[in-house]
Each structure stands twice: as structure tokens, then as C-alpha cells.
């Protein structure tokens, strides 16, 4: 068995994150860690080096590196791995426009590189669920579908974590649409495998001293026809609506699915509605169960997948298209509203 060895840019939640999936695995191997406040400690519980970032994105014992630093960085620390003919697994959004997801998809390509994205939510019990039964035609044809994703800043930011949300307010990544949509756009396009055309949307910024979007309600439409309305505010001034912090509710032709991807997963038809799959609780907000199997399994399966890739096989991981493709779809959002008119994605 192959050993695939991977370097790890950024040290906050996700970098934690990703070096315990990478940790768990018998055919990868953690080499070093770069980047942030917390690398030093990052390294010393995972007993690998602690690099600077550009020492780590040139070293020629690593084969793979994941990229988890703020939305603005991943554009010029993935060219760098990239030229030193390493493989990557970005964090989303993959890059802040469209042209930079373009350089990244065509110099992964031209290098013959995996560039991976990372959208560990395809590897969830409910979402893989969902989409074999859409795939299916259990639902009939996707028609329409409606997106919820509120978000309680001070749930995650009192989850004793170690987690510095300072980056949410930063103007250089773009607002919170960029964190949270992604998300959201790559499950339905990977649902229906249809691409987002057009897109029409209001961003506002209700919360006081922030420079950033934080609320928007979004129309798309998807090259199949199917309309989408989608919910993103991270203004909540209380905990999210009950079992709507996450929400997928999908009409077909033949019937209805109600996806919670952190709860259950239900079908209705003329028959009524019945449950086809829970997902175990997450339990992403805590410090006691942000690292427990239950959590955890998305990401190693992300990593396994990355490295199939990498090695040849197939995978469900999301690649470099699926990346520009939300980014496009997220910048579309804040042009509509700034512009103050529908947006067509070519």
C-alpha cells in the first residue's frame, strides 16, 4: 500500500481538522504544519515539523497539501503548491474570483495535479442518500427547491473550540455568502448534476461595526429548469431556527423530499411522508465532539477520496470545477444585489 504524505497550510479549526483526518488513515501520512497562531501546538500534538508556509508548499517529501487559511490566500498558496507538483485540497470557497478559480482548475490540469475542494458535506449519510434517490427518479424531476441556511455566530464562536472568527468581517474574503453558499450550491449541482445559470439575489449587512455582507436571499435557476430560493444570514441574534440551520426542501414531479443533512432525511408521495435515513449528530459546534468519529467521518472519507484520485481511482470528492462553479454562483449573488438586477452565468 501507497502512503500519500501531506503538508497542512493553516492551524486553525479546519487545519485541526484535517490533520486528524489525515491522522486516522493508514495510507496517508502527516509530514508538517504551516501557518496561523496555533501551528506551533498543531505540530507538537501531531509530533510532525512546523514550517513557514512556503517552506512547507516546496518541500519535496510532501506529496499533497491542504490549504485551510482564510478565503484570500487560497488563490496564491495554491498556484505555489501547485508549481512545486503537489496535489491539493483547498477548503472552500476554492479562490475570491473567478479568474483565480480559473488559473488554479488550468494549472492543476496542465500539471496533471488533483485539485481537490473541499466539500466534505457530499460524504454526510443524508446528502449521499438524497442523491441516489434523486438520481433514481424516486422524486420525479427536480422542479424546485428551497435552501435555509441561518447561522448563530455566538453558537459556534461559545463551542470552546479555539476558533477565531475574525476572518468573517474581513472585506478581502468577501462577506459570509462566500462561507456558507458554497455549500449549498455544490450538493444541489451534484443532486441534479445541472449547473447554475442565472441568479438574482438582495445582501445586506444588519449586524452593527460589520463591514461585510452578512444576509442573503438568493434566486437561482439551474440549467434544467429547476428554481431555488436561498436563505444565508449570519445575523441571528438567538440560536437558529429548530432543525432549520440546515435545510433542504426539494419538489419533483412525483413528490417531495424534506432534507435536514444533520438530521433526517424524508420522501413524501402519495403514500405520505417516511423517514429513508438519519445522520448521527454532528456535534460540529463543541470542543467535547468536533473531533469524534461521527464528525470526523466526512472528512476522512474526503481524504480517502482526494487520494483516490490521486492515485487513479474515482471519486466523489469535489474537484476544481465544482469550486469555480460555486464562486461564480456566490460573486453572482453580490453583483445581483449591488447591480440591482439578474445575473447570467456563462
Not at 501557518?35 to 515539523?49: C, F, M, N
Not at 430560493?229 to 424534506?258: C, H, K, N, Q, W
Request: glycine letters at 8%.
Amino acid at each position: 500500500m501507497s502512503v500519500i504524505r501531506f503538508g497542512i497550510v493553516g492551524s486553525g479549526y479546519m487545519g485541526k481538522t484535517h490533520a486528524e483526518a489525515v491522522h486516522r488513515l493508514p495510507n496517508a501520512e502527516l509530514i508538517a504544519v504551516a501557518g496561523g497562531s496555533r501551528a506551533p501546538d498543531l505540530a507538537k500534538q501531531y509530533a510532525v515539523d512546523l514550517d513557514d508556509v512556503d517552506t512547507l508548499l516546496r518541500r519535496s517529501d510532501i506529496d499533497a497539501v491542504v490549504i485551510t487559511t482564510p478565503h484570500h490566500l487560497h488563490y496564491e498558496q495554491t498556484l505555489v503548491a501547485l508549481q512545486e507538483k503537489k496535489h491539493v485540497l483547498v477548503e472552500k470557497p476554492l479562490a475570491t474570483s473567478v479568474d483565480d478559480c480559473r488559473q488554479m482548475v488550468e494549472m492543476a490540469a496542465e500539471n496533471k495535479l488533483i485539485l481537490g475542494v473541499g466539500y466534505h458535506q457530499r460524504f454526510r449519510v443524508n446528502n449521499y442518500t438524497a442523491r441516489a434517490l434523486i438520481r433514481d427518479g424516486v422524486i420525479g424531476d427536480v422542479v424546485s427547491i428551497q435552501v435555509s441556511m441561518p447561522t448563530y455566530a455566538g453558537a459556534m464562536q461559545a463551542g470552546g473550540i479555539g476558533s477565531d472568527y475574525g476572518w468573517w468581517n474581513n472585506p478581502a474574503s468577501l462577506g459570509h455568502i462566500m462561507n456558507s453558499a458554497p455549500h449549498g450550491i455544490d450538493l444541489l449541482r451534484w443532486f441534479m448534476d445541472e449547473e447554475v445559470i442565472t441568479v438574482s439575489s438582495f445582501s445586506r449587512t444588519f449586524l452593527p461595526g460589520v463591514p461585510v455582507e452578512d444576509t442573503t436571499i438568493a434566486n437561482i435557476e439551474f440549467s434544467n429548469g429547476a428554481l431555488c430560493s436561498l436563505f444565508s444570514s449570519r445575523a441571528l441574534p438567538a440560536p437558529a431556527f429548530v432543525g432549520e440551520e440546515y435545510r433542504f426542501r426539494i419538489m419533483g414531479t412525483s413528490g417531495l423530499m424534506d432534507l435536514d443533512p444533520y438530521g433526517e432525511l424524508k420522501i413524501s408521495d402519495e403514500n405520505g411522508w417516511r423517514v429513508v435515513s438519519k445522520q448521527p449528530a454532528v456535534g460540529h459546534q463543541g470542543a467535547n465532539s468536533a473531533y469524534s468519529d461521527v464528525r470526523m467521518q466526512a472528512y476522512c472519507d474526503q481524504i480517502s477520496s482526494f487520494i483516490d484520485l490521486i492515485e487513479g481511482r474515482p471519486g466523489n470528492i469535489g474537484v476544481g470545477k465544482d469550486g469555480l462553479a460555486a464562486v461564480q454562483a456566490c460573486l453572482a449573488m453580490l453583483e445581483s444585489s449591488a447591480e440591482r438586477k439578474w445575473v447570467s452565468l456563462k
